[in-house]
């Protein structure tokens, strides 16, 4: 992750408004099997992604079909 890589919030990754169109649950099932990548804790109830690992999560699944 880079210093100016931005952290994106849960509805901001996953949903009808996020970058990935999948629920909840699939997309911490894909966390658990290493589909996706493991959040990053800001606190004790509030988890981030690095948006450059949720865009090579992407890529990755474009490039492989």
Same mark, same amino acid.
């Given at each position: 992750?880079?210093?100016?890589?931005?952290?994106?919030?849960?509805?901001?990754?996953?949903?009808?408004?996020?970058?990935?169109?999948?629920?909840? @649950? $699939?997309?911490? &099932?894909? #966390?658990?099997?290493?589909?996706?990548?493991?959040?990053?804790?800001?606190?004790?109830?509030?988890?981030?992604?690095?948006? @450059? $690992?949720?865009? &090579?999560? #992407?890529?990755?699944?474009?490039?492989?079909?």
């Amino acid at each position: 992750m880079h210093h100016d890589d931005p952290l994106l919030r849960l509805p901001q990754v996953i949903g009808p408004d996020g970058l990935l169109p999948i629920s909840r @649950s $699939a997309f911490y &099932a894909g #966390i658990k099997t290493g589909r996706f990548p493991k959040p990053i804790h800001l606190g004790p109830r509030t988890s981030a992604w690095p948006k @450059s $690992a949720i865009i &090579a999560v #992407i890529e990755d699944a474009k490039r492989d079909g």
